[in-house]
């Protein structure tokens, strides 16, 4: 596995940099639309919860219209296509993420964790994992619930948290590979 932790940076540095340079086209155009859309600059910025509980700006395209704060018909469709997350290759080129490993999640969660599961901090936040197919329909299933929030705090994040307890512990280019693909099937069947 250490190994293995060493490629997996140099892969993500390669990945990016030439994912970067295919979709800057598309990233730029998206930007140019998402900001008239949202009546705003278009980027997304949040501090969040990264490896070794070090905090960092994520990036994201906006998918709220302002001042609203309600997604748009842009918005929608760039969330379920997963469009939204491309500025996060930047993130991935800064070292501050992964392609594979768990949502960075906002201050209060992860940096909180105690004891065998705080191991959850040695990974990198990826764009992807095993927990963010699980609940890609995170938040329609949150508005089903009558308290979402001890919903979330007492169901969804103690799976996420297990679950990548679990990539950590198999961590590997083959695991790598099937999440990225499962990924990709799941964007497309959805």
């Known amino acids: 596995?250490?190994?293995?932790?060493?490629?997996?940076?140099?892969?993500?540095?390669?990945?990016?940099?030439?994912l970067i340079v295919l979709f800057l086209p598309l990233?730029?155009?998206?930007?140019?639309?998402?900001?008239?859309?949202?009546?705003?600059?278009?980027?997304?910025?949040?501090?969040?919860?990264?490896?070794?509980?070090?905090?960092?700006?994520?990036?994201?395209f906006k998918t709220l219209k302002e001042p609203e704060k309600e997604s748009s018909a842009t918005g929608l469709l760039l969330r379920k296509l997963k469009l939204d997350e491309l500025p996060q290759l930047f993130n991935i080129l800064k070292g501050e993420m992964s392609f594979v490993g768990p949502r960075p999640d906002i201050e209060g969660y992860y940096d909180r964790l105690t004891?065998?599961?705080?191991?959850?901090?040695?990974?990198?936040?990826?764009?992807t994992?095993?927990?963010?197919?699980?609940?890609?329909?995170?938040?329609a299933l949150l508005k089903a619930q009558e308290n979402p929030l001890q919903y979330n705090d007492e169901v969804l994040f103690p799976d996420k948290v297990h679950m990548s307890l679990r990539y950590l512990e198999n961590m590997s280019f083959s695991e790598d590979v099937k999440i990225l693909a499962k990924t990709v099937l799941k964007i497309f069947i959805q």
């Not at 596995?1 to 030439?18: A, E, G, Q, T």
């Not at 930007?31 to 509980?53: A, K, L, P």
């Not at 994992?129 to 938040?139: P, R, V």
């Open 1 to 18: 596995m250490n190994h293995y932790r060493y490629w997996k940076v140099v892969l993500d540095c390669i990945l990016s940099v030439v």
């Open 27 to 60: 990233m730029i155009l998206l930007f140019i639309i998402v900001s008239i859309d949202t009546r705003s600059n278009g980027i997304f910025c949040q501090r969040r919860v990264g490896q070794f509980g070090k905090t960092f700006i994520i990036y994201k």
């Open 115 to 127: 004891g065998a599961e705080r191991k959850v901090l040695d990974l990198k936040p990826g764009i």
């Open 129 to 139: 994992s095993e927990a963010s197919i699980k609940y890609s329909n995170e938040e």
